[in-house]
């Protein structure tokens, strides 16, 4: 949970675009695999599918000039 409070009371939820990112809004924990939580300045955040964002987690809109494509 955010410190700033900014998420408290939402309920999380993720939706995947298709073709694109995660939407993660809501009360929800973004973490590095080491565990150190990762800042969170919005409600909803966009986070890489691709693998090829130059902001990992979150998403930069490589998607789309690489044509990453989902099921």
């Known amino acids: 949970m955010e410190?700033?409070?900014a998420h408290r009371g939402t309920d999380a939820q993720v939706v995947a675009c298709p073709?694109?990112?995660f939407l993660?809004?809501?009360d929800v924990e973004i973490v590095t695999p080491d565990g150190e939580p990762i800042?969170?300045?919005r409600s909803t955040v966009a986070l890489c599918?691709?693998?090829m964002s130059t902001i990992k987690?979150?998403?930069d809109g490589?998607?789309?000039l690489t044509g990453f494509r989902t099921d």
Do not use: A, L, S
């Open 57 to 59: 987690p979150f998403c």
């Open 39 to 41: 800042p969170r300045r």
């Open 19 to 21: 073709d694109g990112p």
């Open 24 to 26: 993660v809004r809501g």
């Open 49 to 51: 599918r691709c693998g």
């Open 3 to 5: 410190g700033d409070g």
């Open 62 to 64: 490589t998607h789309r």
